[in-house]
């Protein structure tokens, strides 16, 4: 089974989760995926699933100077956003377990 097929599927799923406490720019994001252990995701998969949710109106944006570099533009949950997050964390928390169950009845977990 190829793990970067799975990600794709649930890659706005885990972008909302990183976001749930921190706001974050993209590179932010990307490095907190990585250390969860989404080692494969890549970046412009992740800048893309950003654009995506802001346009789609979960996500507030803002832009905050930096000294060292360019301006840095941080995502940040709204209220859709987070709801959102409730409704597909328990969509995939109800998925993980029929596949658990699945996975158990057949000897494969």
Avoid: C
């Avoid at 799975?6 to 706005?12: I, P, S, T």
């Avoid at 972008?15 to 995926?33: K, N």
């Avoid at 970046?43 to 840095?72: C, I, K, W």
């Amino acid at each position: 089974m190829d793990p970067t097929q799975l990600l794709k599927g649930v890659l706005d799923l885990a972008v909302l989760a990183v976001l749930r406490d921190d706001d974050g720019y993209g590179y932010d994001i990307l490095r907190r995926l990585r250390a969860a252990g989404l080692e494969d995701v890549g970046d412009a998969s992740v800048y893309g699933t950003l654009r995506r949710l802001f346009n789609s109106g979960l996500l507030t944006s803002y832009v905050v100077p930096s000294d060292e570099g360019p301006h840095r533009k941080y995502y940040a949950l709204n209220v859709a956003g987070r709801e959102e997050l409730q409704r597909s964390g328990k969509v995939w928390q109800g998925f993980a377990l029929i596949m658990d169950d699945l996975l158990r009845e057949r000897g494969t977990a």
